[in-house]
């Protein structure tokens, strides 16, 4: 991973690359970076699904084919989190149905290697100008109301008339990706690496632990509950 901003000046935004090709790589962040963007570079989706977890991001530059995770699935996983934010793929595949399959996937755009910086400093440009005054990219709800319950992200606590708890960050981190999803199946593997950026066995039973502490924060609705959907993942439904 390659961090870096050659430009002494204010950034123009801040800017998720994720591109296996070492070469590309640098030349697309270097040629970012002296247009006043900062560039986070990484070379496997795994990788970078983890860092766009951790950090604020105005736009993501994926490329198509990357080890560990491809960047269809990476996207996928971004918009789960974050339907605003604007995603660019990068690619060698030009037929109509990859161009077809990267829309689905969540992409806003698809320009095809090998292309020119200027042109990819102008797609960039454009997609900011259309989502700038929508409201930043990657801010999200921060308090669910589901049953009698209100969760408050940005204070971690969790309300019932008869009760508050405060959340520990995982707790709450988990509790959001379930709210933002309500009576949708969660992946065990998209909830092991947004929440601890891993999806290892022993993470996993540390997964299992966090359920149940909060399955039994939200015994005082017997409406609320979350599900176990056996070799998928979990779910929080409200009757």
């Not at 090709?21 to 030349?27: K, M, Q």
């Not at 699935?73 to 974050?82: K, M, N, P, V």
């Amino acid at each position: 991973m390659n961090m870096k901003n050659e430009t002494e000046s204010p950034t123009k935004g801040t800017l998720l690359l994720v591109e296996d090709d070492e070469n590309l790589g640098f030349v697309v962040q270097d040629a970012l970076a002296r247009k006043g963007y900062t560039v986070h570079l990484f070379r496997d989706g795994k990788e970078g699904l983890q860092h766009f977890n951790r950090n604020i991001y105005d736009l993501c530059l994926i490329d198509v084919m990357l080890p560990n995770k491809d960047g269809l699935s990476l996207a996928q996983d971004i918009r789960l989190t974050d339907f605003r934010i604007p995603i660019i793929f990068l690619t060698a595949k030009s037929q109509t149905e990859d161009r077809i399959a990267g829309f689905k996937a969540g992409g806003d755009d698809y320009i095809t290697k090998p292309f020119s910086q200027e042109e990819l400093l102008l797609r960039i440009e454009a997609i900011l100008r259309r989502t700038k005054d929508k409201g930043r990219a990657h801010e999200n709800r921060d308090v669910f109301t589901f049953g009698d319950f209100v969760f408050d992200d940005r204070n971690k606590t969790l309300t019932h008339p008869k009760a508050e708890r405060r959340l520990t960050k995982k707790e709450a981190a988990v509790l959001k990706l379930l709210s933002m999803h309500l009576d949708q199946v969660l992946p065990r593997e998209l909830l092991l690496n947004m929440v601890w950026g891993d999806d290892s066995y022993f993470l996993g039973r540390s997964l299992d632990v966090f359920i149940s502490r909060l399955r039994k924060y939200l015994q005082l609705d017997e409406r609320v509950r979350i599900v176990n959907v056996h070799g998928v993942g979990f779910k929080m439904q409200v009757d």
